[in-house]
C-alpha cells in the first residue's frame, strides 16, 4: 500500500511563516522530506528550482538529473511540472532525480543567483540538470567513481612539448596509483601513425582502453561505450599534452556531460606555456578543478589507515619535478 502524500501545512493568508503580503505558500518535497514555505505570486519553473536549492542544496546531488512535479488534485497524485507553470494558489511540489545517464546534452545556461549555482535547461521545463558553479565544486575524489584519462603522451611530443621528461615521469606515477587503487585508466593516442605510440616511460599495463584518434577531444564514441560500462562514474582525472588542445577539449566536453573533471597541473603541458597558462586560467573559471598529481593520490586514499597508503605513500615520497611548469600554472 502506498504511503499517504503529506498534506500542505495550513498556513496564514498572506503566505505565512512571516512572509510579506504577495507570496504563496508551497510545501517543498525532496526525498523523505517535506517543508514548508512561501514563492511571490505568479513564481515561475526558475524560482521553484532556486527555493529547492536553498532549502535542500547541501542534499542534492549535483551530478543528477531531475525533474520538478506538481501535485495535482483531481489525479490524486503528482505530474510533472506544465510549461510555463506559475504558482497562483498554493500547492505542493516535489523535486525528483531520475536514473539516466548524462550524456549528450545540450542546454542553455541560467544562473541562480541565490545558491550560486547554474541550471542547464532544455528548450521546455524539465528534467533539468544542476553543475556547480567554480566556488561551490568540493572537487571530492573516491576510487570508485573516477577514471583516468591519459592523453596523447606520445613519442613525437618528446622534442616538442615544454619540460616533456617531467610529465612523463608524473604521468608514470599517476598510472602506478591507478592500478594500486584498481581505478581504470583510458589512454588516447592522436594520429599514431604519424606521432608514434605512448612513450616507452609509460606503463600501460593493465589500462581499460588504448584508442587512436585523430579528434583532439578524448570524448569520442568508444571512450563513452567505456565509461558506461563503469558503474557510478562522477569525475575524471585528466593529464598529458596538449593542455590547450586535448586536455581543454576534452575536459569541456566532459563537463558538459555532467563529469567532474580534475586536471592535472604538474602532468600536463604545451609546446607554448603562454597556452598552457591560458588554458589552465580558463578551465579553472568554467569550474574545472586544477590539481596536482600527489594531491590527487591522497585525495583518492583519503585516510593513512587505508589499506594502499603505504604503497601510495611509497610513490609520492619523491617529491614531483619542480620544473618550470611551476610558475606558468
Known sequence: MAAAE????????????GAPSGTVPVLFCFSVFARPSAVPHGAGYELLIQKFLSLYGDQIDMHRKFVV??????????????????VSERCKVRLVPLQIQLRGFTGRFILLKSKNKRCILGTTPPPFFLVEKPLTTLGNLTPSSTVFFCCDMQERFRPAIKYFGDIISVGQRLLQGARILG?????TEQYPKGLGSTVQEIDLTGVKLVLPKTKFSMVLPEVEAA?????????????????????????????????????????TSSRSMMDRMFALERLARTGIIVTTSEAVLLQLVADKDHPKFKEIQNLIKASAPESGLLSKV
Open 227 to 267: 565509461l558506461a560500462e563503469i558503474p557510478g562514474v562522477r569525475s575524471v582525472v585528466l593529464f598529458g599534452v596538449e593542455t590547450h588542445v586535448c586536455i581543454q577539449q576534452t575536459a569541456l566536453e566532459l563537463v558538459g556531460r555532467g563529469i567532474e573533471v580534475h586536471i592535472v597541473a604538474d602532468a
Open 69 to 86: 512535479q506538481l501535485f495535482a488534485e483531481e489525479w490524486g497524485q503528482y505530474v510533472d511540472l506544465p510549461k510555463g507553470f506559475t
Open 183 to 187: 581505478i581504470p585508466v583510458i589512454v
Open 6 to 17: 503529506p498534506a500542505v501545512p495550513a498556513l496564514p493568508s498572506g503566505g505565512g511563516l
